[in-house]
């Protein structure tokens, strides 16, 4: 099945100790993103990727690292966390270049509460 | 990036046709827009992509004028299982993406 899954869905933590979101797509998308979404304020994109090795800044991307060694995975860093990082945070993937649409696919989300 | 203004709330009625306007005075030669769905809880669901006139897929409609200065989604015959909050999108390519504040749908028995 056709998926992007994101690891952990749920994930409580402290100020201050690093954690590591994982997403992982099975479609051999070149396109991938993370975005959070806050109440009122929708999505917002963090990074992108377009390919291995290449990323850039989406509108909110201070206090997050990404990082895209395959293609299929592509890792959100929270280096230190604070209580402002409390959101959903959505992965998804898709194949702009190939198939000439942007119909992005998302990940089910992960829910981060930071103390 | 094209900026693009929804209504925030709109309800309606099961069996009723709902139709969502979007507006993006600054849309650019190249740029497509897209619509996408979400549920609560869940990530978003893409609906429809068009460029010029009409587009129809086997869940909506999506009609753009000529001056593509705006959009409107049609949902035709909605039922309960509609409730969501759509977002149109104006971008290029797929890169770098804007969602806005998005329409809350209520549709009521």
């Known amino acids: 099945e056709a998926q992007v899954t994101q690891n952990p869905r749920y994930l409580i933590t402290v100020t201050g100790k690093k954690l590591t979101v994982t997403c992982s797509q099975n479609?051999?998308?070149?396109?991938m993103s993370w975005y959070r979404q806050d109440p009122g304020l929708g999505l917002r994109q963090i990074y992108y990727?377009?390919?291995?090795?290449?990323?850039d800044k989406g509108d909110v991307p201070e206090g997050y690292k990404v990082s895209r060694k395959e293609k299929r995975n592509f890792p959100l860093i929270l280096e230190s966390p604070s209580p402002n990082q409390t959101s959903l945070y959505f992965c998804?993937?898709?194949?702009?270049?190939?198939?000439?649409?942007?119909?992005?696919?998302f990940g089910p989300g992960t829910r981060l509460t930071v103390l | 990036l094209a900026k693009t203004t929804q209504p925030i709330s709109m309800d309606s009625y099961e069996g009723q046709e709902v139709n969502i306007t979007c507006s993006h005075n600054?849309?650019?030669?190249?740029?497509?827009i897209t619509w996408y769905q979400q549920f609560p809880s869940q990530g978003p669901r893409f609906i429809i992509q068009?460029?010029?006139t009409k587009v129809t897929n086997e869940v909506a409609s999506l009609f753009i004028p000529a001056d593509r200065k705006s959009s409107t989604l049609s949902l035709p015959r909605v039922s309960l299982s509609d409730t969501a909050v759509y977002y149109c999108?104006?971008?290029?390519?797929?890169?770098?993406?804007?969602f806005g504040a998005g329409t809350r749908l209520f549709v009521k028995a």
């Open positions: 479609m051999n998308h070149e396109y």
């Open positions: 600054n849309i650019a030669t190249n740029d497509y």
């Open positions: 990727s377009m390919n291995v090795e290449v990323t």
């Open positions: 999108l104006v971008h290029t390519g797929g890169f770098k993406t804007i």
């Open positions: 068009g460029y010029k």
């Open positions: 998804a993937s898709s194949s702009p270049l190939r198939t000439g649409d942007n119909e992005q696919f």
